[in-house]
Protein backbone atom coordinates (compact mmCIF):
# COMPACT_ATOMS: atom_id res chain seq x y z
CA UNK A 1 0.00 0.00 0.00
CA UNK A 2 2.47 2.71 -1.20
CA UNK A 3 -0.09 5.66 -1.47
CA UNK A 4 -1.19 5.27 1.86
CA UNK A 5 0.51 6.90 5.73
CA UNK A 6 0.72 3.86 8.35
CA UNK A 7 1.18 4.71 11.91
CA UNK A 8 2.20 1.80 13.93
CA UNK A 9 2.10 1.66 17.44
CA UNK A 10 3.30 -1.38 19.79
CA UNK A 11 2.70 -1.78 23.09
CA UNK A 12 5.54 -2.47 24.31
CA UNK A 13 5.03 -1.43 27.66
CA UNK A 14 2.90 -3.89 27.85
CA UNK A 15 3.46 -7.02 25.82
CA UNK A 16 2.57 -9.90 25.47
CA UNK A 17 -0.92 -9.75 25.62
CA UNK A 18 -1.70 -13.46 25.47
CA UNK A 19 -1.50 -14.37 29.52
CA UNK A 20 -3.43 -11.42 29.88
CA UNK A 21 -7.21 -11.88 31.39
CA UNK A 22 -9.78 -10.58 28.81
CA UNK A 23 -10.98 -7.43 30.69
CA UNK A 24 -6.98 -5.97 30.80
CA UNK A 25 -6.78 -7.13 26.95
CA UNK A 26 -9.92 -4.41 26.58
CA UNK A 27 -8.41 -2.03 28.39
CA UNK A 28 -5.03 -2.17 26.63
CA UNK A 29 -6.54 -1.98 23.20
CA UNK A 30 -8.59 0.69 24.03
CA UNK A 31 -5.79 2.96 25.14
CA UNK A 32 -3.65 1.85 22.07
CA UNK A 33 -6.79 2.53 19.89
CA UNK A 34 -7.68 6.19 21.41
CA UNK A 35 -3.62 7.20 20.70
CA UNK A 36 -4.14 5.79 16.65
CA UNK A 37 -7.84 7.89 16.57
CA UNK A 38 -5.47 11.37 18.04
CA UNK A 39 -2.91 10.49 14.52
CA UNK A 40 -6.62 10.86 12.40
CA UNK A 41 -6.28 7.11 11.36
CA UNK A 42 -9.77 6.67 9.05
CA UNK A 43 -9.40 2.81 9.82
CA UNK A 44 -7.62 0.68 12.81
CA UNK A 45 -6.08 -2.58 11.86
CA UNK A 46 -5.87 -4.84 14.89
CA UNK A 47 -2.48 -6.51 14.20
CA UNK A 48 -2.64 -9.04 17.22
CA UNK A 49 -4.69 -11.99 17.54
CA UNK A 50 -5.25 -11.85 21.22
CA UNK A 51 -6.02 -8.62 20.86
CA UNK A 52 -8.33 -9.25 18.12
CA UNK A 53 -9.86 -12.16 19.34
CA UNK A 54 -11.18 -10.45 22.82
CA UNK A 55 -11.23 -6.84 21.98
CA UNK A 56 -12.28 -6.47 18.65
CA UNK A 57 -16.37 -6.42 19.47
CA UNK A 58 -15.41 -3.15 22.19
CA UNK A 59 -13.14 -1.14 19.67
CA UNK A 60 -15.66 -1.52 16.86
CA UNK A 61 -18.48 -0.12 19.54
CA UNK A 62 -16.11 2.22 20.39
CA UNK A 63 -14.29 4.03 18.02
CA UNK A 64 -15.36 6.33 15.43
CA UNK A 65 -13.82 4.59 12.37
CA UNK A 66 -13.32 1.11 10.55
CA UNK A 67 -11.85 -1.73 12.65
CA UNK A 68 -9.96 -4.53 10.97
CA UNK A 69 -8.84 -7.86 12.94
CA UNK A 70 -6.92 -10.52 11.83
CA UNK A 71 -8.99 -13.63 12.75
CA UNK A 72 -11.93 -13.47 9.99
CA UNK A 73 -9.02 -13.29 6.88
CA UNK A 74 -6.96 -15.68 8.73
CA UNK A 75 -10.01 -17.96 9.05
CA UNK A 76 -10.84 -17.33 5.47
CA UNK A 77 -7.75 -18.41 3.70
CA UNK A 78 -7.49 -21.56 5.90
CA UNK A 79 -10.62 -22.63 4.52
CA UNK A 80 -9.81 -21.69 0.84
CA UNK A 81 -6.39 -23.76 1.85
CA UNK A 82 -7.69 -26.91 3.13
CA UNK A 83 -8.11 -30.05 1.14
CA UNK A 84 -9.35 -32.05 3.71
CA UNK A 85 -11.69 -29.87 5.93
CA UNK A 86 -9.07 -30.06 8.88
CA UNK A 87 -7.27 -27.42 10.03
CA UNK A 88 -5.11 -26.92 12.98
CA UNK A 89 -4.75 -23.45 14.99
CA UNK A 90 -2.08 -22.77 16.88
CA UNK A 91 -2.05 -19.22 19.14
CA UNK A 92 -1.66 -17.26 22.83
CA UNK A 93 -3.23 -19.33 25.05
CA UNK A 94 -5.75 -16.23 25.71
CA UNK A 95 -6.63 -16.42 21.65
CA UNK A 96 -7.30 -20.47 22.00
CA UNK A 97 -9.21 -20.08 24.86
CA UNK A 98 -11.12 -17.68 23.52
CA UNK A 99 -12.52 -19.68 20.76
CA UNK A 100 -12.62 -17.01 18.28
CA UNK A 101 -10.86 -19.21 15.32
CA UNK A 102 -13.28 -21.71 15.61
CA UNK A 103 -16.09 -19.39 15.39
CA UNK A 104 -15.15 -18.01 12.67
CA UNK A 105 -14.20 -21.06 11.03
CA UNK A 106 -17.42 -23.11 11.54
CA UNK A 107 -19.47 -20.02 10.68
CA UNK A 108 -17.46 -20.47 7.30
CA UNK A 109 -17.59 -24.08 7.11
CA UNK A 110 -19.78 -25.76 9.53
CA UNK A 111 -18.69 -29.64 9.23
CA UNK A 112 -14.49 -28.13 9.47
CA UNK A 113 -12.90 -30.14 11.44
CA UNK A 114 -9.98 -28.12 14.08
CA UNK A 115 -6.97 -28.87 16.48
CA UNK A 116 -6.06 -26.07 18.30
CA UNK A 117 -3.07 -25.58 20.35
CA UNK A 118 -1.56 -22.82 22.35
CA UNK A 119 2.29 -22.09 22.30
CA UNK A 120 3.31 -19.97 24.71
CA UNK A 121 6.72 -19.97 24.60
CA UNK A 122 6.88 -19.44 20.75
CA UNK A 123 6.45 -15.55 21.51
CA UNK A 124 9.25 -15.12 23.67
CA UNK A 125 11.81 -16.94 21.58
CA UNK A 126 10.35 -14.83 18.61
CA UNK A 127 11.05 -11.74 21.11
CA UNK A 128 14.55 -12.87 21.88
CA UNK A 129 15.61 -12.85 17.99
CA UNK A 130 15.84 -17.16 18.50
CA UNK A 131 14.39 -17.33 14.99
CA UNK A 132 17.12 -19.99 13.33
CA UNK A 133 17.83 -21.49 17.00
CA UNK A 134 17.85 -25.35 17.17
CA UNK A 135 15.82 -24.55 20.87
CA UNK A 136 12.80 -22.70 18.78
CA UNK A 137 13.15 -25.66 16.40
CA UNK A 138 12.36 -28.05 18.91
CA UNK A 139 9.94 -25.90 20.60
CA UNK A 140 7.87 -25.92 17.46
CA UNK A 141 8.32 -29.57 16.66
CA UNK A 142 6.62 -30.25 20.76
CA UNK A 143 3.61 -27.72 20.00
CA UNK A 144 3.07 -29.54 16.32
CA UNK A 145 3.63 -32.82 16.74
CA UNK A 146 -0.06 -33.58 18.21
CA UNK A 147 -1.55 -31.84 15.33
CA UNK A 148 0.17 -33.05 12.65
CA UNK A 149 -0.98 -36.94 13.88
CA UNK A 150 -4.40 -35.98 13.81
CA UNK A 151 -4.20 -35.32 10.35
CA UNK A 152 -4.29 -31.44 9.69
CA UNK A 153 -3.38 -30.37 6.40
CA UNK A 154 -3.67 -26.80 6.61
CA UNK A 155 -2.25 -24.27 9.80
CA UNK A 156 -3.39 -21.26 10.94
CA UNK A 157 -0.84 -19.46 12.51
CA UNK A 158 -2.86 -17.44 15.07
CA UNK A 159 -0.68 -14.82 16.19
CA UNK A 160 0.85 -11.83 14.48
CA UNK A 161 4.41 -12.96 15.77
CA UNK A 162 4.37 -16.27 13.36
CA UNK A 163 3.15 -13.35 10.52
CA UNK A 164 0.37 -10.91 8.77
CA UNK A 165 -2.51 -9.85 6.49
CA UNK A 166 -3.12 -6.86 4.52
CA UNK A 167 -5.97 -4.76 2.52
CA UNK A 168 -8.51 -2.57 2.40
CA UNK A 169 -8.82 1.42 2.10
CA UNK A 170 -6.57 2.33 -0.41
CA UNK A 171 -4.74 5.91 -0.86
CA UNK A 172 -5.06 7.61 -3.99
CA UNK A 173 -2.60 7.01 -6.29
CA UNK A 174 0.31 9.80 -6.21
CA UNK A 175 -0.32 10.23 -2.39
CA UNK A 176 3.38 10.06 -0.36
CA UNK A 177 2.87 7.26 1.98
CA UNK A 178 5.23 6.59 4.73
CA UNK A 179 5.16 4.87 7.73
CA UNK A 180 5.62 6.02 11.71
CA UNK A 181 6.52 3.81 14.24
CA UNK A 182 6.03 4.45 17.99
CA UNK A 183 6.29 2.50 20.67
CA UNK A 184 5.18 2.51 24.24
CA UNK A 185 8.73 1.91 25.79
CA UNK A 186 11.89 1.46 24.92
CA UNK A 187 13.26 -0.43 21.92
CA UNK A 188 15.21 -3.24 23.45
CA UNK A 189 14.98 -5.71 21.07
CA UNK A 190 12.13 -4.24 18.82
CA UNK A 191 14.72 -2.96 16.25
CA UNK A 192 16.54 -6.29 15.98
CA UNK A 193 13.32 -8.57 15.71
CA UNK A 194 12.14 -6.20 12.46
CA UNK A 195 15.40 -6.43 10.89
CA UNK A 196 15.81 -10.27 11.20
CA UNK A 197 12.60 -11.33 10.95
CA UNK A 198 11.23 -8.94 8.67
CA UNK A 199 14.10 -7.11 6.44
CA UNK A 200 12.81 -3.99 7.79
CA UNK A 201 15.03 -1.05 8.47
CA UNK A 202 13.64 0.82 10.74
CA UNK A 203 14.54 4.66 11.36
CA UNK A 204 13.74 7.10 14.25
CA UNK A 205 11.33 5.68 16.56
CA UNK A 206 8.64 7.69 18.99
CA UNK A 207 7.65 7.22 22.69
CA UNK A 208 4.15 7.27 23.53
CA UNK A 209 2.61 7.52 26.79
CA UNK A 210 -0.53 5.55 27.90
CA UNK A 211 -3.03 7.36 29.56
CA UNK A 212 -4.62 4.76 31.54
CA UNK A 213 -8.17 5.01 31.91
CA UNK A 214 -8.30 7.46 29.21
CA UNK A 215 -11.07 4.74 27.43
CA UNK A 216 -14.18 4.10 28.59
CA UNK A 217 -15.88 0.32 28.82
Excluded at 72 to 95: C, E, L, S, Y
Aim: charged fraction near 25%; hydrophobic fraction near 40%; proline fraction near 6%.
Amino acid sequence: MPDEKIFYLGDTARVPYGGKSASTVERYSLEIADILIEENAKIVVVACNTASSLALPKLEKHLPVAVIGVIRPGARAAVAATRNDHIGVIGTRATIKSGAYERELRALNPDIRISVRACPLLVPLIEEAWLNDELTDRVIGRYLEPLVREGIDTLVLGCTHYPLDRQEFRAPSGTLGGLEIALTDTPDNFLRVAREALQLEIGEIQLREVLHGAATL
